[in-house]
Nanobody
């Protein structure tokens, strides 16, 4: 079971750090990703990391502002979000899967395990 935390209400330009932890399940050897969903919109890919190789993937909308990282010793994946914009407002979900292929890393339905989501609200 995955747990996402760290959301909150911030102003444009501020930073937040989201955390994704796994209870009763190791996050080794699999992809862990962050997705987000704004009201009235579809869930969209934000970033992903492969827990073994450390390879990282980002959506163009967050590249250069967000950084995904992993700490295998703590079974933790973090998303550092800098220079936040109002359009970053959404519920952020972490997801994980042990079998998906690289071409599916940005595809939400490909992930089997999801956290409950954490709200990020960026005010102008």
């Amino acid at each position: 079971q995955l747990q996402a935390s760290g959301g909150g209400l911030v102003q444009a330009g501020d930073s937040l750090r989201l955390s994704c932890t796994a209870n009763g399940r190791s996050l080794r050897n699999i992809y862990v990703a962050w997705f987000r969903q704004a009201p009235g919109k579809e869930r969209e890919f934000v970033a992903a990391v492969h827990k073994n190789s450390g390879n990282k993937y980002y959506d163009d909308s967050v590249k250069g502002r967000f950084t995904i990282s992993r700490d295998n010793t703590k079974n933790l994946v973090s998303l550092e979000m800098n220079s936040l914009k109002t359009e970053d407002t959404a519920v952020y979900y972490c997801a994980a899967d042990g079998r998906l292929i690289l071409s599916d890393v940005r595809n939400a339905p490909a992930y089997d395990y999801w956290g409950q989501g954490t709200q990020v609200t960026v005010s102008s």
